[in-house]
């Protein structure tokens, strides 16, 4: 059976969708943008936006009962790709080795103009 995820310590959904679903032991959290969900604010740089953007991912796993060392997949879209090693030097300190498997793509626009969105699965 499937169960909604839902934390305040994560961006509220914008929109139809959840911020994760739970469905057995598999965590699915929706793509999560820079949004600091205490004010609102959206950081101006990548480094600070994949930072928060990991924040809000880590508070959905938290809320599930998981943590962002349990992510087995994640998908990353970047509005520029002259900002992957950017991106890329914040992600690698939020993850350990074994590193989840991951999928980059350069997109032309993100909800909001952010910079960064970043989905995950990972396990309870």
Do not use: C, H
């Not at 969708?17 to 969900?37: D, H, K, M, R, T």
């Not at 990548?46 to 930072?51: L, M, N, P, S, V």
């Amino acid at each position: 059976m499937k169960k909604e995820i839902s934390t305040d310590n994560a961006p509220k959904a914008i929109g139809p969708y959840s911020q994760g679903i739970l469905w057995e032991n598999l965590i699915f959290a929706s793509g999560q943008i820079p949004v600091n969900p205490t004010n609102g604010e959206i950081p101006n740089n990548i480094k600070e936006q994949t930072k928060q953007v990991l924040e809000n991912v880590s508070a959905i796993l938290i809320s599930a009962g998981s943590s962002i060392d349990n992510v087995i997949k994640t998908t990353v879209f970047i509005k520029d790709m002259n900002d992957f090693a950017e991106m890329n030097g914040v992600y690698e300190i939020y993850f350990t080795k074994p590193f989840p498997a991951r999928s980059t793509v350069e997109v032309a626009r993100l909800p909001k103009d952010v910079l960064v969105e970043i989905e995950v699965i990972a396990y309870k």
